[in-house]
Structure formats: structure tokens, C-alpha cells
């Protein structure tokens, strides 16, 4: 019989739950950036080997919600750590636990639920002296009793690689729920929407990111040239916020298409042509209608 459950990485913004999932699958599913709320949508990636087949669930970082948007985040997050097997819960390496991480620990499954509940405390590279962690985890201790509490650096493999053998040996015995070589339950046109939506993450500023929606219109064969045509959309909140993603003499939009075409290219493994607009849909992150067109459904 082989192992089976599903895992989610919870915690704050920019702690590095995209960056462990992906060092998990070895895969750029999830987007990462230097700048908070950057995951919108809980994402499952899906790793089969021989022995077990763990489904990582990336929800979208806790915190206190300010629109719509915010709560469906909030909800999402939340319902992921109800239907889990096992909970990482993710923090950065800090001196003290932050009122955030104890919001976070006071959310997480009672004891009696019988959930496994791992701490990982993130981004130790940045520690010199490692003791310096111990008051941290001493005191994490004490206000719940994770069955692990494990200091990483996610963008090393290798402890990557420690901390899966460490989840295997929680995972409960049972029956695959996804074919042995599906990857993850998005679908490509999800995937490719992210990966554009990073870039216009990475290269704009200020309430730009927030307001940014990626909607792939269109993918196909192109029979002459070889390859895909890909044309996408990205919406903004304001007029402002169109003329700084298209850029002076529209060279912003021209950056984020050559990096968000060599990441896709990558990703599919084939040749693309990038066709992208810019649109502006006036407050969708308040409508429910916007919301639901975007792909933001509850
Ligand atoms: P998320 O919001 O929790 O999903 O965080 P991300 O995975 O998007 O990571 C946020 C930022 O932290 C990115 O710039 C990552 O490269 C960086 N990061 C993640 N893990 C580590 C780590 O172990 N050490 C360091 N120094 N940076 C990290
Ligand atoms: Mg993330």
C-alpha cells in the first residue's frame, strides 16, 4: 500500500511557501516574488514517486483581509487547512515569534484533531549563529506542540530533500488520488497566467501589483511559424496603472513579455509567440462579477 495526503504550506506572505513547493517539484508552479500576497489561489503540486504520492497545497498567505479579494484569500486558505493531512506551518527566521505568527498558531488545527502540525522556520541562511534560533523554537514549543519544528534554507536542495523524508514518515497509508504523471491540478492556461502575472510583479511598483489580473484569451498551433500563438490580457484598476505596465514608448510591456516568454517556453517545452494587451477593469478586486471573469471564484 502506498502513502498518500494532502500537505499545506501555510504562513505569512514572503516567508517562502512558493519557493518550498517548487523545491518540492522541482517545477516553477508557483510564483515567487520579493513582494508579499503574491499567491491568489490555493495551487496544488503533485509529487509521485514509488513509495507515495504527497499533494502540497500552496494557500495563499493568512492575514487580516481588506477587500473581496482579501476574504476569498482568507477562506481559501483557511478551507485548505481543514481538508489537509499534514500542515507546514512556515515562518522566517526571526528572534520572536510576531503577533501574525501567533494569529497564524492560534488558527491552526487543535491538538485532538489528530492533524500532523510541522513548523519550518524558513530562510536560516540569513542566521549566523544558529543559536540564535533556539529562543524561537523554544518558544513555538510552548504554544503548540508541533510534532516537528525544522530550521531550512528552501533554496537549498538538500534540505528540501530532508524535510520530505521527514513529511513521508507522517504520511498516512492510502490510495492515489491523481494519475501518477499529472503534475498539478491547474491547468495549463492557469500556469501560464501566473507566469506572466510574476513578471509584471517583478518590474512595477507600488499599488501596481495588487490591482494586476492575467487572463490567457487564446492559445494556438500556429502551423506556419512552428510553435504556439499566446495572446493574454493583462488587466489593471486604473488608466495610470495601464501607461506604467505599457511603459515609455511601450518598453515595460516588451520586458515583461521576453521574460514571461522564456519562463513559458520553458514550462511547455515549445516554442511561443507572446501577443500581450493591457485593459483596464475598473475596481474588479470590489466585484463579485469582475472577480468570477478573472477566475477568482469561490
Ligand atoms: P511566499 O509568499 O511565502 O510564497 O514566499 P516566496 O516563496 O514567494 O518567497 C519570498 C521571497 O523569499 C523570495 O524572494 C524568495 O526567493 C525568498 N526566499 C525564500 N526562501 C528563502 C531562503 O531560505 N533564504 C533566503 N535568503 N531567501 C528565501
Ligand atoms: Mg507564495
Given at each position: 500500500m502506498r502513502r498518500s495526503g494532502f500537505i499545506a504550506i501555510s504562513g505569512q506572505p514572503n516567508v517562502g511557501k512558493s519557493t518550498m513547493l517548487n523545491g518540492f517539484l522541482k517545477e516553477k508552479l508557483a510564483i515567487i516574488s520579493e513582494r508579499p500576497e503574491t499567491t491568489r489561489d490555493n495551487i496544488r503540486g503533485i509529487l509521485t514517486d514509488k513509495e507515495c504520492q504527497i499533494i502540497f497545497v500552496d494557500t495563499p498567505g493568512i492575514h487580516k483581509p481588506h477587500d473581496l479579494l482579501g476574504k476569498l484569500m482568507l477562506s481559501r486558505a483557511q478551507s485548505s487547512l481543514m481538508e489537509s493531512d499534514i500542515v507546514i506551518f512556515v515562518t522566517e527566521k526571526r528572534l520572536a515569534l510576531n503577533e501574525n505568527d501567533r494569529n497564524i498558531i492560534e488558527r491552526l488545527?487543535?491538538?485532538?484533531?489528530?492533524k500532523k502540525v510541522i513548523l519550518v522556520i524558513n530562510?536560516?541562511?540569513?542566521?549566523?549563529?544558529?543559536?540564535?534560533?533556539l529562543p524561537i523554537i523554544e518558544e513555538a514549543g510552548k504554544l503548540y506542540p508541533f510534532n516537528e519544528i525544522i530550521p531550512i534554507c528552501a533554496l537549498d536542495q538538500s534540505d528540501i530533500e530532508k524535510l520530505l523524508i521527514i513529511i513521508k514518515s507522517y504520511l498516512p497509508e492510502g490510495p492515489l488520488f491523481y494519475p501518477e504523471e499529472q503534475l498539478t491540478d491547474k491547468s495549463e492556461h492557469f500556469i501560464i497566467q501566473e507566469l506572466i502575472r510574476e513578471k509584471t510583479l517583478v518590474f512595477t511598483y507600488e499599488e501596481v501589483p495588487h490591482s494586476v489580473a492575467v487572463v490567457v484569451d487564446n492559445i494556438e498551433r500556429?502551423?506556419?511559424?512552428g510553435g504556439l500563438n499566446i495572446q493574454a490580457t493583462i488587466y489593471v484598476e486604473r488608466t495610470s496603472q495601464k501607461s506604467i505596465i505599457i511603459g515609455k514608448k511601450g518598453e515595460m510591456i516588451k520586458r515583461i513579455g521576453k521574460e514571461a516568454r522564456s519562463d513559458i517556453e520553458k514550462f511547455l517545452g515549445e516554442h511561443i509567440y507572446l501577443d500581450l494587451w493591457v485593459k483596464v477593469k475598473k475596481k474588479w478586486k470590489k466585484d463579485p462579477g469582475a472577480l468570477e471573469e478573472l477566475g477568482y471564484t469561490d
Open positions: 488545527p487543535r491538538p485532538e484533531e489528530d530562510k536560516v541562511d540569513k542566521v549566523k549563529d544558529k543559536k540564535l534560533l500556429d502551423e506556419d511559424k
